[in-house]
């Protein structure tokens, strides 16, 4: 992945993670029932969710890419259209408040923190659908695969990681 895939990638990843979704009412939630250190563990499940999603749908265009090029450039426009249907209903919708889930201030494992965490992000489908829009946008078929999806895995999970442990100290 040259440079400038990387930085629009890179500008992608912060916005993805930044935009309210199931992720972030997750950590905001932890954050706010449970404090800080043990949000931050929900927070290691929401990264490590994405990875599993990146592997998923990695796994999944590395085969379409060596099945048919068409294949991948039909998914490539879809998600395309796909994404610009997204911003038009964004932008068409009301605002909503974000609401942390009440009456889950009992003891929870840091485990079962984790284990939360993984599983609003490794198991959403909207997120499936919408990596499968993004991902083909930055990938470049002629070089190799494995290496881009690391990047791609490695700032995504970063950006990630970031961003849902601000959402966690803030609801702190």
Known sequence: MDLSTWIAFFAAAWA???SPGAGAV???SA???HGFRRGYTMTFGLVTG???QVLV???GLGALIAASSLAFTVVKWAGVAYLVWLGIKQW???AAPLVAADGEAAAVSRRDLYLRGWIVNAL?????VFLLAVLPQFV???QPLLAQYLVIGATFGLVEFAVMSGYAALAS
């Open 16 to 18: 993805i993670s930044l």
């Open 26 to 28: 997750a950590a905001m």
């Open 31 to 33: 954050g706010l029932n």
């Open 50 to 52: 994405i990875w599993t």
């Open 57 to 59: 749908v990695g796994v």
């Open 92 to 94: 068409r919708a009301p």
């Open 124 to 128: 959403n489908p909207k997120g499936t």
């Open 140 to 142: 470049d078929t002629a």
